[in-house]
């Protein structure tokens, strides 16, 4: 009965994409062409394009209201079934998922980018690896999608590694997609297939972490001739300990299940999946100068304004859209020493920090596979605003902590106020969004 939910639900969910994919072709055909109204002055992409955005916004309130409400209702028709207290944790479940996140992710990136991903390989070669592994042995559809990932990432931290040590040879995305694919077709070969791509993975994933070393590589070609920039000493001190400690984690891994991998989940290491999530939002790095000097110093100045100048806050210092400034200000005065041409390399690490948090808490909610996946697909937007939005409604949503009513009201009121305080709009959100369940704490 727990498998038929779980499939009914996949099905109404995967034919909610179809419906509202039809319909937001039949809405944009029908109002997509209309004058835009400007009903107050617009500056910016809107005007600068010309683009009917108050049509594209209200389409995606309707696919966000209609999609919440229509599944919502499902769900609770389906609530008389038997429902598994945490996310399913078998395999078969596992790779319906990945399946369903690679191809989504796969479509919205390719009308997104086009072709400026190398998106044809990746979608030729991660179906070949679906058949494959599907006429060997279909329960290894999640662990054969994740060593070809591992693989990927493996080969492009050993690439970037190669970069300090003077190689400036380009790396060929077609390559690494074949090499992993022949990777994951080796393993499926042999009668122990399941033994062979648990191994392959612990190996693998020894120097995926080795991607974040992209944060402090500071060699560039510029008009022909390769430059060197500074870098600080604490950021290459800092991410040379992030990178040696995860890689510490993997091999430990290694030792622990080389010789008996009894379970996938387990031999998934947390940096791994940090370094992916981090690598997958990488933006720009080295000391380099930026074009645009009024958003970066937007999101540093509370630091500033408080800790340098000695202004007191909502007295000497208000800030408009509250103190999100402050806590990415903090690390790029630390680490970049408030130079502006480090802001950048700041700025990811800053986001490193946030998703070791996110990853961190993932896998308090779900198995290594899971927390994989959402490394693989999801990542955090570049504005920073969003930063925590996604840690605290994780961390409320924890069940161990739900079953502590009193700490989990005080958690509530907490991170309310931490959040309010650091940008109330969304802060207001999160603590709205957790109000019904405050209630429930609270009288139920």
């Known amino acids: 009965m727990e498998r038929s939910t779980s499939d009914k639900r996949m099905l109404f969910f995967l034919l909610m994409i179809i419906t509202g994919s039809i319909f937001t ?10 004058a ?12 600068y394009f010309s683009g009917n955005k108050s049509i594209e916004v209200t389409l995606l309130r309707i696919l966000i209201v209609c999609g919440c409400l229509f599944y919502f209702l499902f ?3 389906t609530q008389q079934d038997h429902i598994p207290s945490s996310l399913a944790k078998t395999n078969s479940d596992a790779s319906k998922t990945f399946l369903c996140a690679i191809i989504c992710t796969t479509a919205v990136l390719f009308f997104s980018y086009g072709n400026t991903l190398s998106l044809g390989t990746i979608a030729a070669v991660v179906p070949l690896c679906i058949i494959f592994t599907l006429f060997k042995d279909k329960s290894l559809v999640a662990e054969a999608l994740t060593l070809l990932f591992f693989t990927v990432y493996a080969v492009i931290g050993i690439f970037t590694l190669s970069l300090f040590f003077g190689n400036s040879s380009l790396l060929d995305v077609k390559t690494v997609m074949l090499l992993s694919l ?4 080796i393993c499926l070969s042999f009668g122990s297939r399941r033994e062979l791509i648990r191994k392959a993975c612990l190996i693998m994933q020894l120097p995926v972490p080795l991607i974040l070393t992209s944060f402090i590589f500071s060699r560039y070609n510029y008009n022909g001739k390769i430059m060197t920039l ?11 300990l992030v990178t040696i400690i995860f890689i510490a984690d993997a091999v430990r891994l290694l030792i622990k299940n080389f010789k008996s991998c009894n379970s996938f989940d387990r031999i998934i290491s947390t940096g791994s999946c940090i370094s992916l999530m981090a690598f997958n939002r990488f933006n720009s790095g080295a000391a380099i100068l930026l074009n645009d000097d009024r958003h970066p110093i937007e999101n540093v100045i509370g630091y500033f304004q408080i800790f340098e100048r000695g202004e007191i806050p909502y ?14 200000g903090a690390f790029f005065k630390f680490l970049g020493g408030g130079i502006l041409a480090n802001y950048r390399v700041c700025e990811n690490i800053f986001y490193l920090f946030v998703i070791a948090m996110i990853v961190f808490l993932i896998k308090k909610h779900t198995n290594g596979l899971y927390a994989f996946i959402a490394s693989l697909i999801f990542t955090i937007p570049n504005y920073n605003r969003y930063a925590f939005i996604l840690p605290i409604a994780l961390t409320l949503m924890l069940p161990r902590l739900i079953k502590n009513r009193d700490l989990w009201l005080k958690v509530w009121f907490l991170t309310s106020l931490f959040h309010g305080l650091y940008y109330p709009v969304y802060g207001a959100a999160v603590c709205l969004a957790f109000l019904p369940l405050g209630i429930w704490q609270t009288v139920g």
């Open 182 to 185: 022949i990777t994951v077709v």
């Open 36 to 47: 835009q109204v400007y009903k107050d002055y617009i500056v910016e992409f809107t005007a």
């Open 25 to 34: 072709v039949i809405y944009l055909i029908l109002f997509g062409n209309t």
């Open 75 to 77: 769900y609770l028709k």
């Open 230 to 240: 500074s870098m600080p000493k604490r950021i290459t001190a800092l991410m040379s």
């Open 315 to 328: 007295k000497t210092y208000i800030s408009i859209s509250g103190f999100f400034s402050v806590i990415e």
